[in-house]
């Protein structure tokens, strides 16, 4: 019992009945969206995203278009300042830092010279360190089991040890992006650390970032046990940062950004936002949705090389009778790109490399088949006049178990790699000085009479 004198049943009696009020008044009629001619999603009819914005920052190309304007399936086109996205990952190679000139690159519009980014990374190492008692009176208090809501908790918690939070000039934001980009990695791993302390009963230690590495080595060796990684596996992660940094003003955290930057808010409850959005399922989380798939699928294939059993373990699951019973191949298809996603196959190529290092092929072969009779399968079961293609979710979860990196982490990296993403586009929605984001909703209920409660 408790002070309202209802027991624990009784009360989940009562919220169950509100559920089905909420549940009642909520539907709407989904013949009035074709009526509306509403956008769902922000999307038209085929699929295409509205048009709500512009921007210098990247560019996104997934189709082209025909002789009578129709849209076409193409080979997918990533730009970062107008630089492609092969370009970019080529001009790393033998280089130990990557993701950091992405960063300047998407933040001043131009990659740096040796002296710019020698002076940026000394700029990155003094933003680093987080305020005095931080990870003892905010990250280890109140610990999360999902690591996205302590990213959350303490970027918003940030806000207090700010002398000057709210100004939104470009001066202050600027320096407000570049603490929040150079802390989150360690918010991320601390966090992840205290969880696995107080929840899974682990020991708890938390090893420093040493400033002689780049992000991409100070994430392994910090979540390492024995600190130890190969010059491959900082290579690949430091090729997923970069392909995980920016991707357009139109995904759904970044368009976030915009959204709350255009009212004015401060950095932190923007980037607080943008996290929110990028917890889900359907975005930053899909990844840990393909791994949850796999392991589905290797529980029920004992032998990885048939392919009958592979294609018809993947018509179950397209049947919705397997897996989630979605009906989707987690990894397939994406709402820009039709026949590729440049993002992918990169990542698909430091895949197969590090699955030879870690012995893995047989394993990567598994991901390659599915890839091919999924792509092959979706397009005929659903009838779909375009080409489907696996995205870059598909391939990183694998690439994440093989660098030893925990599944609680998959998204965290993801946003560890994005916040610089959305710190240009906040910086971008800011210097235009646009008006308040604030599409429009069709009402479609009806006006009733007010009837007083004793009539009731």
């Not at 990659?111 to 190492?125: D, G, R, S, V, Y």
Request: charged share 25%.
């Amino acid at each position: 019992m408790n002070n309202t004198g209802l027991d624990k049943n009784e009360i989940e009696s009562k919220i169950n009945r509100l559920v089905e009020l909420s549940t009642i008044s909520g539907k709407i009629d989904k013949r009035l969206y074709a009526e509306y001619d509403v956008k769902q999603g922000l999307r038209d009819s085929a699929g295409k995203g509205v048009l709500t914005g512009l921007t210098e920052i990247s560019d996104v190309i997934g189709s082209a278009t025909g002789d009578k304007g129709q849209r076409i399936s193409a080979e997918g086109q990533l730009y970062y300042q107008g630089l492609n996205i092969y370009d970019i990952i080529k001009g790393f190679e033998g280089k130990r830092f990557g993701f950091e000139e992405t960063v300047y690159l998407l933040l001043f519009g131009k990659l740096p010279t040796n002296p710019e980014l020698k002076a940026f990374l000394k700029i990155l190492e003094s933003f680093r360190a987080l305020p005095q008692e931080f990870t003892r009176d905010i990250i280890m208090r109140a610990t999360s089991k999902n690591i996205m809501n302590s990213l959350q908790k303490c970027v918003l918690t940030l806000y207090s040890y700010d002398s000057n939070p709210d100004d939104i000039s470009i001066n202050n934001v600027l320096r407000q992006s570049l603490s929040m980009i150079a802390k989150l990695p360690l918010i991320a791993v601390y966090s992840y650390r205290t969880y696995r302390h107080y929840h899974m009963g682990d020991n708890l230690y938390i090893r420093n970032a040493q400033s002689d590495l780049s992000l991409a080595e100070n994430l392994l060796q910090m979540l390492h046990k024995d600190g130890k990684f190969t010059e491959l596996e900082a290579k690949v992660l430091d090729a997923a940062l970069v392909l995980h940094a920016e991707h357009g003003g139109g995904n759904n955290s970044t368009f976030t950004t915009h959204v709350v930057s255009s009212t004015g808010t401060d950095s932190y409850s923007a980037m607080a936002a943008s996290l929110g959005s990028l917890t889900g399922f359907k975005h930053g989380g899909a990844n840990i949705k393909v791994q949850n798939m796999f392991d589905d699928i290797k529980g029920h294939i004992s032998n990885w090389k048939d392919e009958g059993a592979i294609k018809d373990y993947l018509q179950k699951i397209i049947n919705k009778e397997a897996f989630d019973k979605s009906g989707l191949i987690y990894g397939i298809g994406h709402a820009v790109y039709t026949m590729s996603d440049p993002r992918a196959i990169i990542l698909k190529e430091y895949a197969r490399k590090l699955a030879i290092e870690k012995g893995a092929e047989e394993e990567f072969e598994l991901y390659e088949k599915v890839e091919h009779f999924g792509k092959e399968m979706l397009t005929e079961s659903r009838s779909l006049n375009k080409a489907v293609c696996a995205n870059v979710d598909f391939y990183s979860g694998f690439v994440y178990n093989m660098l030893g990196i925990p599944k609680e982490m998959f998204t965290p990296l993801f946003a560890i790699s994005r916040i610089s993403g959305w710190s240009a586009h906040r910086i971008e929605e800011l210097v235009n000085a646009g008006k308040i984001i604030r599409p429009a909703y069709k009402y479609v209920g009806h006006h009733v009479d007010y009837v007083p409660r004793e009539e009731r």
